[in-house]
């Protein structure tokens, strides 16, 4: 295997040879070939921590056939055939077929939805086949490849070290050693691990759950998963629902039974008000709409890697953005260079050797485009010896390279914030003074600042011995232009009651500019907070900042908590290895997808595919509208509900005749199923940015709309009860067909009342089969014998409509 050369040389293991010569099975210098990888797949199986259940499908079909309703509808038939009512019986084991065909039709557009979803998620691992990298999904990984490791990447199986360059990796989660690893060929490696630093190759040597993590992960797999809050708020609505309704349905069987209606009877109008009363849609609903917000936010570059986000995001009042290449392009463009005493030829030079050779920085490839431009010999310049290599410190801000010439004389050369050099640096006051007076004069320009110093000498490898004393060559200017959607996101944040906080390692000069381009709120100039002055800065202090700069990873973490414990719901943006902490720490933690690590996409709820910071408004806009939709399907389902409860319960009470027998209240639920869970979860909501965030731990449902659910609810009842009653002297036929009627238009409606006045191709389709499904119902001969229904005149039909009309029309009105 031939080690490739990123900065810094790759050191080999000796036994490489003994380790790659296994021809027979595919392993090439160059990696496995396409051909042995995919036999290996077959023969070994793909590489997921925990393997499928192939069960798991069957198990959720099935759960989805146990619906309360089929349930219900079996016991309602083996009772009618107990009677020897047998046409009856066979009348509701036929209304089984719909019944579970929707219940089956929405739970599979939940699942496809997720399934999209995940495979939008899904982890990627690069690796050498046929001798050249490839990036593949994790779960291709087989033994014998050749996995390439690099900074904030994580190792997804369990190989041996090949070749490396400083590599260091985590191993806390197996080994719960907090210590970086250092390794070196021959060293294992293992899936799940994260490199901290350098990079290298690994050849697998156990994939999935073959490999230690894949034995935690097994176990972990076993553990019952945890439900969202909202999931957890309606559950306990379902429940209490559940309760009542089942003590309702008992009673009234038992009422019937002791009436002396017969056993048969009294099961028959218990089991048709549990039909009635049963909640059983809200839980599908829920799922439906949290399931197909997600995948429909991943339409639109926002990957929801918990659903759990989609629901708080309605809830968020801070967002805490990082400034580069969220609310900027990140595209630099090194537009100015300050040289102090020396040509700009030779402060390019310098800045060239203190970048990587093959950088991945947006900023080390300004200056090296910007050097070639100048006919800056780059490949000269970077082909001595590097013999020194001091990475990038995230404290005191600044990398340096110790390069040795061929005459054998040693060179420094460092770039990094001007703060951070400057106490290296051999300066008098005057210099330090013109120092960072023209560095504040490049801030307050928008410009990102790169301070470039060096020096000649000995060099011990000790970071403190080697940079200092250095010489001050001059500073760089890089341009990073705002995004131009930025500032009208902000506003739109802002005018929806949710405050924008930036966080940025930059200065606060540079922070402040940006700031006032993108328009935050009042005088950011006012909440500045250094990292500096972060730890020992007082809560109100914390809280009252809008710009945090020259932060630190760490200090994430104390910006989130300290706006959690004023009980903000924050969202926090990141993209490095160090900020996962903060990541998870806060309510939705969101990471690029550009230019985030593999670790900060693992620990975000959210992953912005365009780093744009406009999406992340997108996804709190959408959270909003989920939620109102849902909210608005809630209370629909009460209000249709209450009608039917109570004409189950009021009119054998008062003595009349049963209205509602199970096969209406079949006709019902394929009704009530594809309103709720179809109509309400496609509607826009225009004014979701115009509203201020919602409490946290506010209940599902507001005060005042339940009320005017119930209420429509019982005026509708009373309609349809008052028009029963009034036909029942000419044929209890044609008395249910009025009221199912003034029911069934009443419920048409209520979809209005709920969902406002928007119109969509999707509401015309459900409620235009479901009003067609009533005169078909009533004047269809066979059909209305087995619904024992009778047709109705012109004018029955006009006092039915006129009836459902004044029952909810008042709701236009009254909101």
Known sequence: MQAVERGTRLRCSSDMAIEVTARSAGLQLGGLSEAAAARRLREEGPNRLVQQDRLRTLCALVSALADPMALMLAAGGAVYLLLGEVRDAVVLFFSLVPVLAVDVALDLRSRSALKKLAAAVAPRARVLRDGAEAEIPSERIVRGDLLLLREGEIVHADGLVRAEANLALDESSLTGESEPQEKQPGDPVFAGSLVLGGQGTAEVTHTGPRTRFGQVAELVAQAPSSPTP???????????????????????????????????????????????????????????????????????????????????????????TDKTGTLTLGKFGLEEMVPFGVPESALLAVAVRACEREPEDLME????????????????????DLSIDHAFDPVEKFMAHVWREPSGRQRLAAKGALEGLLPRCSLTAEERSAALATQERMAAAGRRVLAVAERTGSFCGDRQQDVQDLRLLGLLGFSDPLRPQVPAAIAAC?????????????SPVTALAIARAAGLAGDPAEGILTGDELSEASPDRILRASIYARVQPGHKHLIVQAHQRAS??????????????????????????????????????????????????????????????????????????????????????????????????????????????????????????????????????????????????????????WLYAERLPFGQAEARSAAMAVLIAGGLLLVIAERGTSRTVRLFVVCSAVALSLPLAVHFGPLAHALQLAPLDAWEWVRALLLALAAIAWRRFVR
């Open 230 to 320: 909202l999931q957890r708020k309606a559950a306990r609505l379902v429940r209490r629902l559940g309760v009542a309704a089942l003590v309702l349905a008992a009673s009234m069987a038992g009422f019937a039974w002791w009436r002396g209606e017969g056993l048969g009877r009294a099961l028959l109008t218990g089991i048709s008000l549990a039909m009635a009363a049963l909640p059983e849609e809200f839980p599908l609903v829920l799922a439906l709409f949290l399931s197909v917000g997600a995948y429909r936010l991943s339409k639109a570059g926002v990957l929801v890697r918990r659903l759990a986000s989609v629901e708080t995001l309605g809830s968020t009042t801070v967002v805490c």
């Open 365 to 384: 490839r300004a200056i090296l485009q910007r050097a070639r431009e100048q006919n800056v010999p780059v490949s000269r310049l970077q082909a001595s």
């Open 494 to 506: 802002q005018g929806a009651g949710v405050r924008v906080k930036i966080v940025t390692g930059d």
């Open 568 to 721: 903000e719901v924050v969202a926090m943006t990141g993209d490095g290895i160090n900020d996962a902490p903060a990541l998870r720490w806060a309510d939705v933690g969101v990471s690029m997808g550009l230019r985030g690590t593999p670790v900060a996409r693992a620990a975000a709820d959210l992953v912005l595919l365009r780093d744009d910071f406009g999406a992340l408004v997108l996804a709190i806009r959408e959270g909003r509208r989920i939620f109102q939709n849902l909210v608005r399907a809630f209370l629909y389902l009460i209000a249709f509900h209450v009608p039917v409860i109570a004409l189950a319960v009021v009119v054998p009470l008062i003595g009349l005749p049963p209205l509602l027998l199970p096969v209406h209240l079949v006709w019902l639920e394929l009704i009530v199923h594809p309103v709720s869970a179809l109509v309400f979860e496609g509607d826009a909501a225009p004014d979701a940015m115009r509203r201020l965030p919602r409490a946290p731990d506010a209940p599902i449902l507001a005060r005042r709309p339940l009320v005017l659910s119930l209420l429509s609810g019982a005026l509708l009842a009373a309609a349809a009860l």
